[in-house]
């Protein structure tokens, strides 16, 4: 990449940012270009000039859901959208960029049931609605009424969803999918009961994960029919440790940085814990993680 274009030189835009600073697990090289569109029209923008140049992109969220394992090239969009909630009765629509665990505070506040579920799931809406995000046998697709997102050709779509178009901690929306916002239809209920119900999830979260060190959430999905962090577990793993990068002791499904850990740490401790459940389980971990780059 030589210099920008014109069209996007008014987008706000940062160079060479340490992924330790944007992602929650701390771990990996330089974001090279880290463009923060304000509104659909410059993502949009952004997203026609990169397939005008033949440049490849990527989408970051709040960082939750990602390890980084070298320095990325390629320019990484990041919403900067305003943070608003859009009320109408039982539907809430939250701009891609709103936190998650925020937005089902705020629902329950509204006296709105249905995304108790969320709230001690990290990252944003976008995130949220990129791997279809769930706990406690709900997921979002079960209160999704709408959506809207930009194509890898760089049209705005407005979609209602398909359940052929989300399934266990996936989506459509994959490379080259800017997710711009979504609506969800909720249900009235006693906003005590919804509240209290929102803690003591935010508390089992806190109880049993590792929240006070630097992870990037659960690391592998679920087998169907296992349960990743049991596997992990009954392998021998809790505690098991590359560097500064360890299985943690709270939650074998979490991997944590215990504040040095480099990307070659944690990418042979991801590596290592796969080949000891596959030789002892015969089964293959698949991340539930989103991996950029390699490790030379």
Same mark, same amino acid.
């Given at each position: 990449?030589?210099? !920008?274009?014109?069209?996007?030189? /008014?987008?706000? =835009?940062?160079?060479?940012?340490?992924?330790?600073?944007?992602?929650?697990?701390?771990?990996?090289?330089?974001?090279?270009?880290?463009?923060? /569109?304000?509104?659909?029209?410059?993502? *949009? +923008?952004?997203?026609?000039?990169?397939?005008?140049?033949? &440049? +490849?992109? *990527?989408?970051?969220?709040?960082? +939750?859901?990602? $390890?980084?394992? #070298?320095?990325?090239?390629?320019?990484?969009?990041?919403?900067?959208?305003?943070?608003?909630?859009?009320?109408?009765?039982?539907?809430?629509? %939250?701009?891609?960029? =709103?936190?998650?665990?925020?937005?089902?505070?705020?629902?329950?506040?509204?006296?709105?049931?249905?995304?108790?579920?969320?709230?001690?799931?990290?990252?944003?809406?976008?995130?949220?609605?990129?791997?279809?995000?769930?706990?406690?046998?709900?997921?979002?697709?079960?209160?999704?009424?709408? =959506? *809207?997102?930009?194509?890898?050709?760089?049209?705005?779509?407005? %979609?209602?969803?398909? +359940? #052929?178009?989300?399934? =266990?901690? &996936?989506?459509?929306?994959?490379?080259?999918?800017?997710?711009?916002?979504?609506?969800?239809?909720?249900?009235?209920?006693?906003?005590?009961?919804?509240?209290?119900?929102?803690?003591?999830? !935010?508390?089992? *979260?806190?109880? #049993?994960?590792?929240?006070?060190?630097?992870? %990037?959430?659960?690391?592998? @999905?679920?087998?169907?029919?296992? #349960?990743?962090?049991?596997?992990?577990?009954?392998?021998?793993?809790?505690?098991?440790? $590359?560097?500064? %990068?360890?299985?943690?002791?709270?939650?074998?499904?979490?991997?944590?940085?215990?504040? @040095?850990?480099?990307?070659?740490?944690?990418?042979?401790?991801?590596?290592?814990?796969?080949? @000891?459940?596959?030789?002892?389980?015969?089964?293959?971990?698949?991340?539930?993680?989103?991996? &950029?780059?390699?490790?030379?």
């Amino acid at each position: 990449m030589t210099s !920008l274009p014109d069209l996007i030189k /008014p987008i706000p =835009y940062r160079e060479n940012i340490s992924f330790s600073k944007l992602t929650t697990l701390g771990v990996g090289g330089q974001c090279k270009l880290l463009f923060e /569109p304000v509104d659909e029209g410059q993502a *949009r +923008s952004l997203v026609k000039t990169f397939i005008r140049e033949g &440049w +490849s992109y *990527r989408i970051l969220g709040g960082g +939750s859901n990602l $390890v980084v394992l #070298s320095d990325i090239d390629e320019p990484v969009i990041r919403l900067n959208f305003k943070k608003e909630l859009k009320v109408r009765g039982r539907e809430i629509t %939250a701009p891609a960029n =709103y936190g998650h665990i925020r937005l089902s505070q705020e629902v329950a506040l509204q006296g709105l049931s249905g995304m108790e579920y969320a709230s001690g799931i990290p990252g944003t809406t976008g995130g949220a609605l990129h791997m279809n995000a769930g706990a406690y046998g709900r997921e979002l697709v079960q209160i999704l009424s709408r =959506y *809207r997102y930009i194509n890898p050709e760089g049209d705005v779509i407005d %979609a209602v969803p398909d +359940s #052929s178009n989300f399934g =266990y901690r &996936w989506s459509h929306l994959g490379s080259g999918y800017v997710a711009l916002n979504f609506t969800v239809c909720l249900t009235p209920g006693d906003t005590k009961s919804i509240q209290a119900e929102v803690e003591s999830n !935010l508390h089992k *979260r806190g109880s #049993s994960q590792p929240l006070s060190k630097r992870n %990037a959430g659960c690391i592998f @999905k679920n087998p169907e029919g296992h #349960s990743a962090g049991r596997l992990i577990d009954q392998a021998g793993l809790k505690g098991y440790r $590359v560097g500064d %990068a360890e299985v943690s002791s709270e939650h074998a499904n979490f991997l944590i940085n215990h504040g @040095k850990a480099t990307a070659q740490e944690f990418y042979d401790l991801m590596i290592q814990v796969q080949s @000891k459940v596959q030789s002892r389980y015969g089964i293959t971990l698949e991340p539930e993680v989103e991996v &950029w780059g390699n490790i030379n």
